[in-house]
C-alpha cells in the first residue's frame, strides 16, 4: 500500500519564513516614523528657543528654553552618558548672535537606530534665526 502524501505544517513553514521580513519591515516603519517625529520635535524646539530669546531681547535663553520645547522621550539620558553644559541627554542646544543682529538657536539631538544602548545613532541639527 502506498502512502499519500499530504500538505500538513505547509502553513507553518510558510509563516516561519515570512515571520523575519514581516518583523523588519515593522521595525522599518517604526524607524521611520521616529525619525521623521525627531526631525519635527527639533526644528520646533529651536524654533520655539529662538523667538523665546528675540521676544526676551535675551540670548541666553535660547537653550534652556528649546530643551523645554522637546518631549521627554529624547531629552533623557541614556545609562553612564555624560552630560556636557547645555545640553540633556541626547540633546544639545547652543545659541549665537545677540538682540541687535538677530538671534540663532541651533538644535542637535542624536536618534538611535534601534535603542539607545546601541551608539549607531545619527544627529538631527536644526538652526533657526529670529530677527533681533
Known amino acids: 500500500m502506498r502512502r499519500r502524501r499530504d500538505d500538513s505544517g505547509q502553513a507553518a513553514v510558510q509563516f516561519a519564513g515570512m515571520l523575519p521580513i514581516v518583523l523588519l519591515a515593522i521595525l522599518l516603519c517604526f524607524k521611520i516614523y521616529v525619525t521623521i517625529t525627531t526631525v519635527e520635535q527639533v526644528d520646533n524646539a529651536a524654533r520655539t528657543?529662538?523667538?523665546?530669546?528675540?521676544?526676551?531681547?535675551?540670548?541666553?535663553?535660547?537653550p534652556g528654553e528649546a530643551?523645554?520645547?522637546?518631549?521627554?522621550?529624547?531629552?533623557?539620558?541614556?545609562?553612564?552618558?555624560?552630560?556636557?553644559?547645555?545640553?540633556i541627554g541626547r540633546v544639545n542646544a547652543t545659541v549665537s548672535g545677540d538682540s541687535i543682529s538677530g538671534i540663532?538657536?541651533?538644535?542637535?539631538?542624536?536618534?538611535?537606530?534601534?535603542?539607545?544602548?546601541?551608539?549607531?545613532?545619527?544627529t538631527v541639527d536644526r538652526t533657526v534665526h529670529m530677527p533681533g
Do not use: Y
Open 49 to 62: 528657543g529662538a523667538r523665546e530669546a528675540s521676544k526676551a531681547h535675551e540670548p541666553g535663553i535660547c
Open 67 to 87: 530643551i523645554k520645547a522637546l518631549p521627554g522621550w529624547l531629552t533623557e539620558a541614556t545609562p553612564g552618558q555624560k552630560v556636557p553644559g547645555d545640553s
Open 104 to 122: 540663532s538657536c541651533r538644535v542637535q539631538a542624536k536618534v538611535p537606530v534601534l535603542w539607545p544602548a546601541i551608539p549607531l545613532d545619527f
